[in-house]
């Protein structure tokens, strides 16, 4: 430490013989506080003795020590010594003893941190921030390491910058983040690069600062341009960073439409590791705001949303793929029929939220779920995308568990939504594959799935085409034989929506045959029209049972 400056042309006070009467045989902190106090009236620094003396009395880990210290007013007579030397110290060289020295105190509790704040943090930081411009523009010289104190001074500010209490304090102070911005855009310490993106991180803990920092005219371009700099600490603090600023909600669209942003977001998230995850977790928060989302579907021909379904699939990282997952989701739920169509146009978006709708991860599978069903509210026959949505709900149905699964209600819903929809019903009774999916789906043991899938064949069998199509398939007969005949009260809606289904199938003359030479449906149906209590139903339900008799002779 004492390499940080060699000697000066100052008036210098005699140390003379010091009382090593502290911890490890070092000068006390009174004695110290003395020194400097004198130094202090008589308008000089110390002499480089006397510097050593001090940085050997700070140079420990023992928290209690350095909590003493400032409770002894070190804090205070550090910061009217660095007040007094500033405007004169030409070379830097006893200002890189002074923040080394504040950099060793300030390893005190945090309790003891906010005390140096109270006590002088309001006027040291200007210091701090001329001490920053000296190394800046060249005047500290070389062969007192400049890029050393910058980045000693840095960490310093990013102390204050940490606590909880000073924060919004901090983020409020103009020449401060001017002055990390400073930093950040410097090559003369990659470490006081590190450090200033730190202390951005940092303030953006806070939603009042998040907002302050993503309008700061600076600040976004700064951490944009570090991001070219192969530096691979660099670009972690810069996703950090630009994370932690993403989650205001008032950011999100004019973050998304900042130049060269979503360039950025899009390289971090084709970088494997925490970056990755950090990007993911970028694009999820401002995919939440209606107007980030178009921005995000309309970039590079929809690099992002490609980039999107590769972390959600691919990642070897569960948290990437969950946080892509988790984007994908919030921009399933846009409202705008331009950004709905660009999803949906896009070749491997649906594909992949399909995919990730069987994943490993319970959360990739939540949010793909969700999503799934947010589309099928706006994709609909005759769109381009309506077979490919098809394709993904049969696929989604088919990789659910045997066992119960909380994801299945959300697949069932979705195959509802869709045949709720006149244009759809043919469309999805003639797709290969969906009715066979339905009927696993009303034999699934989840209440709603039970009740969705049978709802969703009911609803199939509106027209006299589809009502033949869907009497054509023995797994839809087995599943309505097998719900009907359900006495499990919880199940009594699914029960309702398969009887319902059979009495649409019976009207139709040509469907009579095969329905009563089903194997248990008849059975089924008797079973179910002597439990029904209700007396205008049973007559339905009677009614429909005896048009199948004659079919019997």
């Known amino acids: 430490?004492?390499?940080?400056?060699?000697?000066?042309?100052?008036?210098?006070?005699?140390?003379?013989?010091?009382?090593r009467s502290g911890p490890d045989g070092a000068v006390s902190i009174k004695q110290l506080i003395r020194v400097i106090k004198e130094a202090v009236g008589e308008n000089h620094g110390l002499s480089n003795e006397e510097y050593d003396e001090?940085?050997?009395?700070?140079?420990?880990?023992?928290?209690?020590?350095?909590?003493?210290?400032?409770?002894?007013?070190?804090a205070k007579a550090l910061y009217r010594l660095l007040d007094v030397i500033l405007p004169n110290d030409d070379t830097g060289e006893q200002v890189g003893y002074l923040v080394t020295a504040f950099a060793?105190?300030?390893?005190?509790?945090?309790?003891?941190?906010?005390?140096?704040?109270?006590?002088?943090?309001?006027?040291?930081?200007?210091?701090?921030?001329?001490?920053?411009?000296?190394?800046?523009?060249?005047?500290?010289?070389?062969?007192?390491?400049?890029?050393?104190?910058?980045?000693?001074?840095?960490k310093i500010l990013g102390i204050f910058c940490k606590l909880g209490e000073t924060r919004r304090l901090m983020a409020g102070n103009e020449n401060l983040l001017?002055?990390?911005?400073?930093?950040?855009?410097?090559?003369?310490?990659?470490?006081?690069?590190?450090?200033?993106i730190w202390a951005v991180s940092i303030l953006a803990l806070d939603d009042e600062n998040r907002l302050i920092l993503s309008r700061h005219p600076d600040i976004i371009d700064a951490l944009i341009e570090a991001a070219e700099i192969d530096h691979e600490m660099t670009k972690n603090e810069i996703s950090a960073a630009i994370l932690n600023i993403s989650a205001v909600s008032e950011a999100h669209t004019p973050?998304?439409?900042?130049?060269?942003?979503?360039?950025?977001?899009?390289?971090?998230?084709?970088?494997?590791?925490?970056?990755?995850?950090?990007?993911?977790?970028?694009?999820?928060?401002?995919?939440?705001?209606?107007?980030?989302?178009?921005?995000?579907v309309s970039f590079d021909n929809g690099s992002v949303l490609a980039a999107l379904c590769y972390a959600m699939i691919?990642?070897?990282?569960?948290?990437?793929?969950?946080?892509?997952a988790g984007a994908v989701k919030n921009m399933s739920f846009t409202s705008d029929p331009a950004v709905q169509q660009a999803m949906l146009a896009h070749p491997e978006f649906l594909k992949s939220i399909g995919r990730a709708s069987h994943s490993d991860s319970e959360n990739?599978?939540?949010?793909?779920?969700?999503?799934?069903?947010?589309?099928?509210?706006?994709?609909?026959?005759?769109?381009?995308?309506?077979?490919?949505?098809?394709?993904?709900?049969?696929?989604?149905?088919?990789?659910?568990?045997?066992?119960?699964?909380?994801?299945?209600?959300?697949?069932?819903?979705?195959?509802?939504i869709q045949a709720s929809r006149p244009e759809n019903v043919a469309p999805c009774v003639q797709h290969r594959g969906l009715p066979e999916a339905l009927a696993r789906l009303s034999a699934r043991p989840?209440?709603?799935?039970?009740?969705?899938?049978?709802?969703?064949?009911?609803?199939?069998?509106?027209?006299?085409?589809?009502?033949?199509?869907?009497?054509?398939?023995?797994?839809?007969?087995?599943?309505?034989?097998?719900?009907?005949?359900?006495?499990?009260?919880?199940?009594?809606?699914?029960?309702?929506?398969?009887?319902?289904?059979?009495?649409?199938?019976?009207?139709?003359?040509?469907?009579?045959?095969?329905?009563?030479?089903?194997?248990g449906l008849l059975e089924a149906m008797l079973g179910c029209v002597r439990r029904t209590e209700d007396a205008a139903l049973r007559k339905v339900r009677f009614q429909a049972l005896s048009m199948l008799l004659p079919s019997l002779l």
């Open 314 to 324: 691919r990642s070897a990282n569960e948290t990437a793929a969950a946080r892509a």
């Open 104 to 154: 060793l105190l300030f390893q005190c509790g945090d309790d003891f941190k906010l005390v140096c704040y109270d006590q002088v943090g309001r006027q040291l930081i200007p210091l701090l921030l001329h001490t920053c411009e000296m190394c800046l523009y060249g005047k500290v010289v070389k062969e007192h390491s400049p890029e050393l104190i910058l980045a000693t001074v840095t």
């Open 1 to 19: 430490m004492a390499a940080l400056c060699a000697c000066n042309d100052y008036n210098i006070l005699s140390a003379g013989s010091f009382d």
């Open 255 to 296: 973050l998304a439409r900042h130049p060269g942003f979503l360039r950025l977001v899009h390289r971090l998230l084709m970088t494997a590791g925490e970056p990755q995850v950090r990007a993911a977790g970028i694009i999820r928060n401002i995919a939440s705001s209606e107007g980030a989302r178009a921005e995000l």
């Open 178 to 196: 001017n002055g990390l911005v400073d930093i950040i855009d410097c090559k003369i310490s990659a470490d006081a690069r590190v450090d200033a």
């Open 446 to 519: 989840e209440v709603e799935s039970r009740a969705n899938g049978t709802k969703s064949l009911e609803m199939l069998a509106s027209t006299q085409a589809t009502r033949v199509q869907l009497c054509s398939h023995p797994g839809v007969l087995d599943t309505v034989a097998a719900v009907v005949a359900e006495q499990d009260p919880r199940y009594a809606e699914a029960c309702e929506n398969a009887f319902a289904l059979v009495h649409h199938l019976v009207m139709l003359e040509r469907n009579r045959p095969r329905l009563a030479e089903h194997e």
């Open 54 to 74: 001090l940085l050997k009395a700070l140079n420990h880990q023992d928290m209690e020590r350095h909590n003493h210290a400032v409770k002894s007013g070190l």
């Open 364 to 416: 990739v599978r939540s949010y793909a779920s969700v999503a799934l069903k947010n589309f099928a509210e706006c994709c609909q026959h005759p769109m381009p995308s309506h077979p490919v949505y098809l394709d993904v709900l049969v696929e989604a149905a088919a990789g659910l568990p045997d066992a119960h699964d909380a994801h299945a209600e959300k697949i069932s819903a979705s195959f509802l």
